[in-house]
């Protein structure tokens, strides 16, 4: 099956026109990307882009509807267990069982996996260090905290030495010294195991984090290539401004400066080069009055809204329920 | 093939070894993780005890028209036996809801391995624990009158080890369609107190009006209670008249079913249920 799809057949992961849907609802439309060996590819985009049902196709848990994908060399629809034999999972809720001991989790996802006796003592002492979780093997996981936790379902999605390890939005939930901590496991992991990372985030701090990001909304694939790439591709800086009359500011723009201006989280945005030296002939030339202005190197973001039109946050807002998450949340 | 494989990658074992090592540790942490709650062992010891001892001396004065001074106890003990598998058999399915809520269903979901191991695994856990919990009141053998007869407690630890996988593999039935903890309680309720009601638990199924006869037969709890009281009645003296009426076995028009038949009655039950238990578990995405 799928023999027709031109896999790339060096690539940890290959995706061809990898389509799901559901009922009327297409939640991915069609994307393709290769992920090479040893390297560490980013899924950014917003919530409900498609980025978790791409992940769950890639990981055998949900068929494709049409296109496919190969993960370690075998293609996920019709080679299921090859597939599971050499991924690792971790997932956005917790799969972890708070009765048994961190210790006895990882050694019932040893058994599990058919890891051979000999050397599953050895790795579960491996994998605790990296995530230096060492002197809390004996304890219950009920008594760990959320940052705990994930750095354990880290480790066990290791465990089983995996070519490709996937994070489901692997930080969700945190706080932000937690969630850096845990950038820094898997930072450190990458030093340390020859394993191909693929992760999902809506983080922009975190993509950077990614040696190649694909942006993804709406069910498709916008851009794949690396953050600095992408951030070059961008071009301007991000210029932000506070005024008397937002409405007649985003005429004055466009009418004397030629710049497309929207409001985005309260403020007036607009991409013009060389923001610095542009600050000036706007307080001479725009003449309404302006309150504050703040002038920001291409970030993700505007990565992201120079291929969408919005920023991550714009998407989140539209569903309060997120948007609410995300006060009360990190960031 | 080759394109993946790094040189250090030692892969998970596959096949017959691996789904076998799967069963045994899901076995094992359904161990583990019963014998830790244990609030959960000691609740389920509460119905049994109540049965035997309070409804045991309550109904004794009732009972005696029929059964002289014969101990009442003697005859409720095999049902306790019953229903002191009955709760945690079912409790240990109800958990596969529980795991699934709590995500860790996921874990094993996921793992390369066929689904029918951790439903097997699974089930005989679940069997385990409960035999383990109608040992517990199999100890009690003597408050009851019962004698402490070697080859009658091993023949009531296999019957209770029967029953108790049938009723796992029947909770896992139930339990494979269903996401919310809450359902599933509920749902035990509603099918539990006719199962048990109609099968000779708690009382003798001798001289009851046709209909409710009828119904008795139809109750598959009715085929594993009636093999541990007769088991338990070979064992004590007991006077013919009060056996008639107390142990008088199952009959289908007018043929006494053996209990040979009655046991593979219970065993075929319950491997149809595993069966359709595997089957929805497949499915599950």
């Known amino acids: 099956m799928n023999d027709h799809l031109s896999y790339d057949p060096d690539a940890a992961v290959s995706a061809r026109g990898l389509v799901k849907r559901y009922g009327d609802i297409e939640a991915v439309a069609g994307v393709d990307f290769d992920v090479a060996r040893g390297e560490t590819f980013g899924f950014l985009g917003p919530n409900g882009a498609g980025k978790s049902t791409t992940i769950k196709m890639l990981c055998t848990l949900v068929d494709p509807t049409a296109g496919g994908a190969r993960v370690a060399g075998h293609e996920v629809a019709s080679e299921r267990l090859e597939v599971r034999r050499r991924i690792g999972l971790v997932f956005q809720d917790s799969t972890l069982d708070g009765y048994l001991t961190a210790e006895e989790n990882l050694s019932f996802h040893a058994q599990l996996y058919g890891m051979p006796r000999a050397t599953t003592a050895a790795r579960i002492d491996d994998v605790l260090e990296i995530v230096a979780l060492t002197d809390r093997r004996g304890d219950r996981v009920l008594t760990f905290s959320g940052g705990m936790k994930r750095r354990l379902e880290i480790a066990r999605g290791l465990l089983h030495a995996p070519q490709v390890l996937f994070l489901d939005e692997p930080t969700i939930g945190l706080d932000p010294q937690t969630r850096a901590s845990i950038w820094e496991y898997v930072a450190d992991l990458k030093r340390r195991e020859d394993v191909t990372i693929f992760l999902t985030t809506h983080y922009m701090d975190e993509a950077e984090q990614c040696d190649r990001i694909a942006i993804m909304d709406a069910g498709k694939v916008l851009v794949v290539d690396t953050p600095a790439a992408l951030k070059d591709g961008v071009g301007a800086d991000r210029v932000r401004i506070a005024t008397h009359d937002d409405e007649a500011a985003i005429v004055a723009l466009r009418e004397k400066f030629d710049l497309e201006a929207a409001i985005h989280e309260g403020e007036v945005t607009f991409h013009v080069r060389d923001g610095e030296q542009f600050v000036p002939r706007l307080f001479a030339e725009l003449g309404i009055g302006i309150r504050s202005v703040a002038v920001a190197r291409p970030s993700l973001d505007d990565v992201f809204m120079s291929w969408t039109g919005r920023t991550i946050r714009d998407t989140e807002a539209a569903d309060p329920r997120r948007a609410m998450a995300r006060m009360m949340g990190p960031r | ?285």
Not at chain 2, 147 to 163: H, Q, R, S, T, V
Not at chain 2, 168 to 174: D, H
Request: include cysteine; hydrophobic fraction near 55%; charged fraction near 10%.
């Open chain 2, 1 to 285: 093939m080759a394109a993946s494989a790094g040189a250090t990658v030692v892969l998970p074992a596959r096949g017959l070894r691996a789904d076998l090592s799967a069963i045994w540790v899901v076995w094992k942490r359904e161990l583990i993780t019963s014998f830790r709650n244990r609030w959960r062992l000691v609740m389920a010891l509460v119905q049994p005890l109540l049965f035997l001892f309070v409804l045991g001396n309550g109904l004794q004065t009732v009972a005696s028209g029929s059964i002289g001074g014969f101990s009442f106890k003697t005859f409720l003990f095999p049902g306790v036996l019953a229903t002191a598998v009955f709760m945690p058999a079912l409790f240990s399915a109800g958990s596969i809801v529980f795991d699934r809520e709590f995500g860790f269903m996921r874990e094993m979901m996921v793992a390369p391995i066929r689904r029918s191991s951790i439903v097997i695994g699974k089930c005989l856990g679940g069997a385990t624990v409960a035999s383990v919990q109608g040992v517990l009141v199999l100890a009690l053998a003597g408050a009851a009158h019962v004698p402490y007869d070697i080859p009658m407690l091993l023949a009531l630890l296999g019957e209770m080890l029967l029953l108790s996988t049938a009723l796992v593999a029947f909770g896992t039935m139930l339990a494979a369609g269903i996401t919310q903890f809450m359902s599933f309680q509920a749902l035990m309720q509603t099918v539990m107190f006719p199962l048990v009601f109609l099968s000779g638990t708690l009382f003798p199924q001798s001289g009851l009006p046709g209909w409710l006869e009828v119904v008795t037969k139809l109750d598959p709890l009715s085929y594993a209670v009636d093999p541990l009281r007769r088991t338990v009645f070979n064992a004590v003296d007991a006077p013919d008249s009060v056996r008639s009426v107390l142990d008088p076995g199952i009959h289908w028009w007018g043929w006494a079913v053996p209990m040979g038949l009655e046991l593979a009655i219970v065993a075929a039950t319950g491997l149809l249920m595993l069966a359709i238990a595997v089957w929805r578990f497949e499915r599950i995405e």
